[in-house]
């Protein structure tokens, strides 16, 4: 990865339609294109029932950290590759903003016609609305005990 990316920023709603299209927010379709993205890189997540988005940036990153690994040797080369790279799918973006997922992604997701797209820095995750609301709530807790914790002074 090269020089300093711009962010994959904020929640924005949208819908899933019955085809199983979704419209990628204008503002990510423009990071994409300015990372020279031809459409949209998707994965299942590995670790949430959601979907990873990225562009071109991220993909290079990942492939460069592979790249240190042995293929046939490192223990964990496979896990990786198959995890992020044999999952991924590059999807075409229409001149209207839309890609197609793919019915496995749209089943692994849950997605149904309410979802959210969340900004993660790198990447962007594409979630059911319901299904993401209490996963935020979650979150935002979690982080807010952390602080709590860390400006209660010692005791002596």
Known sequence: MTGLV??????VPGSLDSKGRVCIPATHRHLLVAQNTIGVF???????PALDAFGQSLL??????LATQDPFFSASFDDEATALIARTQS????ENGRVRLPDAMIEHASLKD????VGKA???QIWDAD????IEAEAIA?????MERARKPEAS
């Open 6 to 11: 711009q962010p994959f920023i904020s929640t």
């Open 42 to 48: 998707v994965c299942p997540s590995f670790i949430d």
């Open 60 to 65: 290079d990153g990942i492939n460069a950290r």
């Open 91 to 94: 999807l075409p973006i229409d």
């Open 114 to 117: 309410k979802i959210v797209f």
């Open 122 to 124: 790198q990447k962007f």
């Open 131 to 134: 299904r993401y609301a209490p």
């Open 142 to 146: 979690r982080l807010k005990a952390r």
